[in-house]
């Protein structure tokens, strides 16, 4: 029995999900056009689905979500895959808890990745979500695994979900899809908060104190267990 068709119950959600969850970037206006996408860790398997390469984002649906193994090749769908699939791949590959990856050109988070400066933690919803500040990923050719290199490189020793990869845009990375999804929609609020203060004067940091408390707060407390 083929590796797809043991996973087969477990595609049919996933491709769904993903499809699903691809409405929230333009929602959110996190991209424009065609540009970005989602992926999800199949799990117990060393495959991904992610968005096919160049589709608009109301033609996405479950069915042309495309199937790829770790080293970024297609093992199922009639579709290419993202043009970020390799280095998504890697990203899985390198960092077994990593379940989704998103990557989004969402404009104020993006003027910080073209300054090549990380977003300094002066909100509560920064220390929330990432436990300080929002890192900056090196630049990297688009196509290979380069950008999934310099996403782990950055990410490997830090608690932030999100790097702006220099002259790039927003990865994030989560323990689901959904998890990613939410750490896009937070960075870019973050990035256009920090903005607008500072077009106001110098922000004020958060001790590190406050903001270890803040994050374990948030991320051990917060909500429905």
Sequence with gaps: MSAIAEVAETLTRLRS???????HLPAYGLVVWTAGNVSARVPGHELIVIK???????????ANMVVCDLDGRVVDG??????DTEAQAYVYREMPHVGGVVHTHS??????????????????MCAD?????IPVGPFAIIGDDSIGRGIVETLRDSRSPAVLMQNHGVFTIGPTAKAAVKAAVMCEDVARTVHLA????????????????????????????
């Design 17 to 23: 999900e993903v499809a699903q969850l691809h409405a």
């Design 52 to 62: 096919p390469s160049g589709v608009a984002y109301d033609e996405l649906t479950p």
């Design 78 to 83: 009639e579709h290419a895959p993202s043009s």
């Design 107 to 124: 404009p104020y988070a993006v003027a910080w990745a073209a300054r090549g400066e990380s977003i300094p933690c002066v909100t509560t």
């Design 129 to 133: 979500e990432f436990g300080g500040p």
């Design 198 to 225: 500072r077009q106001l004067g110098e922000p004020i940091p958060i001790e590190q104190t406050y903001i270890d408390r803040l994050f374990d707060r948030y991320q051990n407390v917060y909500g429905q267990r």
